[in-house]
């Protein structure tokens, strides 16, 4: 993954919501983590999603989730859904 273009608020808000959904230590993780390496299961991946979700306001669409191999991505990916409802200045 390239820099980041997430805010730090929105990658911080996804990373606490993932950490206490999997009853994960909130140092494990992080933007570059996969979904792999913490032990995250289709059914876990079901929960942080409606998770997210609830955090955010949104409604990520479950083709765009089965491509999304890391934490960064999945941050990338709630940031797009979030600023595209935000009305235009």
Same mark, same amino acid.
């Not at 991946?45 to 960064?72: H, K």
């Given at each position: 993954?390239?820099?980041?273009?997430?805010?730090?608020?929105?990658?911080?808000?996804?990373?606490?919501?993932?950490?206490?959904?999997?009853?994960?230590?909130?140092?494990?993780?992080?933007?570059? =983590?996969?979904?792999? #390496?913490?032990? !995250?299961?289709?059914? @876990?991946?079901?929960?942080? $999603?409606? =998770?997210?979700?609830? #955090?955010?306001? !949104?409604?990520?669409? @479950?083709?765009?989730?089965? $491509?999304?191999?890391?934490?960064? #991505?999945?941050?990338?990916?709630?940031?797009?859904?979030?600023?595209?409802?935000?009305?235009?200045?």
């Amino acid at each position: 993954m390239t820099e980041s273009t997430v805010p730090p608020e929105i990658m911080e808000r996804v990373l606490k919501t993932l950490a206490e959904t999997q009853k994960l230590p909130l140092e494990r993780v992080t933007a570059t =983590a996969t979904f792999q #390496e913490l032990e !995250i299961d289709s059914l @876990d991946g079901i929960n942080i $999603l409606f =998770a997210l979700e609830n #955090e955010f306001d !949104i409604n990520i669409p @479950d083709e765009s989730a089965r $491509l999304v191999n890391d934490i960064g #991505e999945l941050a990338e990916g709630v940031w797009k859904l979030v600023s595209e409802k935000q009305p235009k200045a």
